[in-house]
């Protein structure tokens, strides 16, 4: 595998990602370059949604694809808001309004635990009937105010309890070790290694 499309637009993770691959010999190229459409998210699963998103991208271009799927998951909201983390107060979507309403859910609400989830599919063609997936979680506290600028979506709300920091206060390359995305962004990357040795 010499090149892999990114089913994404999101600038930050399309660099994360190439510094990550660009050991192991792969291109990555985002899905902007081939002007494929977002893909549908209709499934109730992070894992369901990212193979969705990463078998859409390499059917339209012919190269393998990878994709994440990600949100924040709340206890005390059964999950909420899970796989709408992005649209959680509707379309536009807006992180401004998202926090809002996720302050206004958990209004006298003691229990405030709350992880981040990220889940990760490689497909090596369209129709791949194993693709490789990685599954990583970061666990927090979600705080009654926001606190840091760094960050986006909900990052401001998340206490990482061990720093007594948010994500929006925490040192990007920090962040990158400690984060959901980054816990299965490293799976993958062991997986790939183990299927390229």
């Known amino acids: 595998m010499k090149q892999l499309v990114l089913a994404s637009g999101n600038a930050g993770k399309l660099k994360e990602l190439s510094a990550l691959l660009a050991p192991l010999g792969i291109e990555v190229l985002p899905q902007s370059a081939f002007n494929v459409t977002e893909a549908e998210e209709p499934h109730p699963s992070f894992i369901e949604n990212a193979i969705a998103k ?111 920091q948010t994500a929006a206060e925490i040192a990007p390359d920090l962040k990158n070790v400690l984060s959901h995305r980054g816990s299965a962004f490293r799976q993958l990357l062991d997986k790939l290694r183990a299927e390229t040795a």
Not at 99 to 111: C, M, S, V, W
């Open 54 to 164: 990463a078998r859409h991208a390499s059917r339209s271009t012919g190269l393998p694809a990878l994709a994440d799927d990600s949100g924040l998951c709340v206890d005390a909201l059964g999950g909420a808001p899970g796989v709408i983390s992005a649209r959680f107060a509707g379309e536009p979507r807006s992180d401004a309004r998202n926090n809002a309403l996720l302050l206004e859910k958990l209004a006298g609400q003691a229990d405030r635990r709350a992880r981040f989830y990220c889940a990760l599919a490689l497909v090596r063609h369209a129709d791949d009937p194993q693709p490789l997936i990685a599954c990583g979680e970061w666990h927090g506290q979600i705080l009654g105010a926001p606190r840091g600028t760094a960050g986006f979506g909900y990052d401001p709300l998340f206490l990482v309890s061990e720093l007594e």
